[in-house]
Structure formats: C-alpha cells, structure tokens
T-cell receptor, first 115, second 114 residues
Framework: EAGVTQSPTHLIKTRGQQATLRCSPI?????VYWYQQALGLGLQFLLW???????NRGNFPPRFSGRQFPNYSSELNVNALELEDSALYLC??????????????FGSGTRLTVV | KQEVTQIPAALSVPEGENLVLNCSFT??????LQWFRQDPGKGLTSLLL?????REQTSGRLNASLDKSSGRSTLYIAASQPGDSATYLC?????????????FGSGTQLTVLP
C-alpha cells in the first residue's frame, strides 16, 4: 500500500512569488492535514481538509490556502511568499471516523526555500 | 489551548542503554496520543498510537505509556542502538469534534553513541 506522497521534494521560489505543494493521501483516507516545520521551530498546524471542505485552520495568514480534490488529494498554496515561509511542509492523512486504530500517517515533506 | 512539552530537549546515551523520553500535556481531554520519529530533514514515522482508554502500547523495543489524569506519557526505548538516533515527537489529538489536528511537542533529539 502506497503511503502519503508529497511533491515536489524541494522547491525554490523568489520572495513575492506563489508556491503550490501537492499531497496524495493513503488510499481510503478522506482527511488531509498540512503542517509547517520551520527551522528551529516545532510543527505548526496549517489546514485540515475533509470530504473536499476546509474543516479547520491554524493561526496563519490568508495567503496560506489550499483545496482538496474529489480523489482526496490536496494542494497547499502559499501566495506572496516571504523569506520566513522557508520551511519543511508536511502533509498527513487519516480516516476521519476510523482513525482510532490508525492515527495519522505523514509524508516525507516538501522543502520550500524562499530567496 | 492544548500545550505539549517534551523533556529533555536533547539526550545523548551510549549504545545498549535503556532510556525514557517524557511528554506532558495540559488538557487531559485527549482522544489519543501518538509518538513519532523524525530523521533530519525527513518526514515523520509513526511509532506508537495510544488511545485515550489505553494505558500502554508496545512495539518491539519500544513501550509507550499514557496517564491521562496526570497529563503524561513516556516512551521507553530498550537496548538503544545508534540507528535509534533521531528526534522523537509526541503529539496529542484533543476530543473536540472540530479540532482533529494533532498538537506536537518540540521533540527530544536523541543521540546513541556507538
């Protein structure tokens, strides 16, 4: 069974540009979560999508947005990039109502560097 | 607001030693608690998941315990090996229906010396 896959692995953008990160959840998982891990900081919750809807978001500005597609894959978009957006972005998936047994499964991340 | 603390922040031990990593959380109304491992620059690997009704979980050389009433969990690693060197993260999911995301501690960076 394929795990959570994220693309691209690395992304270099210029300040002010837009970045798009992609995530494919484990087959059968309907929920996708996005986290930011900046250097020296902990994992910060960004967004939660389930069944195509945004269910919750963390304390991030509106230029962080995303969507979930009918096949449950997800995109994270970061507009007007700032230098401090440089971080490892991690995606996780879970079953919404069945995750008692499985917990959350994370992908390998996308390393975003803003120059 | 749930806060998760991990102590110590860093730990260095010789190979073969048994060790304990600590995690504490402020809101005992949790749904479950999950321990992860993260290698430098990599994603998270799930180690153990403990439901709120459970006291402990075991996988190989790893044993995690949960004391909800005191807001604590421990991860016990037996007979440590250099390959165990990584950052270990504790994360809790609260019971509130609209907040299913995990809240993470800042991690314990473990180094096992050969």
């Amino acid at each position: 069974e394929a795990g959570v896959t994220q693309s691209p692995t690395h992304l270099i953008k210029t300040r002010g540009q837009q970045a798009t990160l992609r995530c494919s959840p484990i087959s059968g998982h309907t929920s996708v979560y996005w986290y930011q891990q900046a250097l020296g900081l902990g994992l910060q919750f960004l967004l939660w999508y389930d069944e195509g809807e945004e269910r919750n978001r963390g304390n991030f500005p509106p230029r962080f947005s995303g969507r979930q597609f009918p096949n449950y894959s997800s995109e994270l978009n970061v507009n007007a990039l700032e230098l401090e957006d440089s971080a490892l972005y991690l995606c996780a998936s879970s079953l919404v109502y069945g995750d008692r047994g499985n917990g959350y499964t994370f992908g390998s991340g996308t390393r975003l560097t803003v120059v | 607001k749930q806060e998760v603390t991990q102590i110590p922040a860093a730990l260095s031990v010789p190979e073969g030693e048994n060790l304990v990593l600590n995690c504490s959380f402020t809101d005992s109304a949790i749904y479950n608690l999950q321990w992860f491992r993260q290698d430098p620059g990599k994603g998270l690997t799930s180690l153990l998941l403990i439901q709120s009704s459970q006291r402990e979980q075991t996988s190989g050389r790893l044993n995690a315990s949960l004391d909800k009433s005191s807001g604590r969990s421990t991860l016990y690693i037996a007979a440590s090996q250099p390959g165990d060197s990584a950052t270990y993260l504790c994360a809790v999911r609260i019971s509130s229906g609209s907040a299913r995301q995990l809240t993470f501690g800042s991690g314990t960076q473990l180094t096992v010396l050969p």
